[in-house]
């Protein structure tokens, strides 16, 4: 009877260890299902990021050649505006010569030509200022043009 009690101890024993395994493995088994879920999850969330990443470096990249582009505008309008402001100085004072010459008398045909020649060279450059600046203000005008378009 001892050896009966003592083999129905261990069979107990035995199947007890078997129950609690095969508990550890279905557990295992839905551990590995919220993984995997959770791996794809985290696989979807990559996507995403890798997706959101690429768009705001697109924006960065065509930001940063609009800065650009208004920086040539901009250099280009300031190299405009210097002529002007060179080719009225010259003017001034080709026009305060003519002056001078004229309040001494009769002007010099040479200094008649060199003011009319500083004249013409400064409506030039105020041309090209004006041409600089419709420039520069159409290249703001158009991607807003575009926008709405």
Known sequence: MNDLKSLEYRINTALDRIRSHVGEQA???????????Q??????LEDRV???????DDK???????VAAHADRM???DGALQRLRAANADLREEADALRQAAMEGVP?????NRALIAEV?????DRAAEAAEVAALLGELKPALQQEG
Do not use: M, P, V, Y
Not at 39 to 44: I, P, T
Not at 121 to 125: D, H, I, N, P, S
């Open 27 to 37: 557990g295992q088994s839905d551990l590995r299902a919220q993984l995997a879920t």
């Open 39 to 44: 791996q794809a999850a985290n696989a979807d």
């Open 50 to 56: 890798a997706a959101l990443k690429a768009r705001q």
């Open 60 to 66: 960065i990249a065509k930001l940063e050649a609009e």
């Open 75 to 77: 250099t280009e309008l």
């Open 108 to 112: 010099d045909a040479a200094d008649i």
């Open 121 to 125: 060279e400064a409506l030039q450059a």
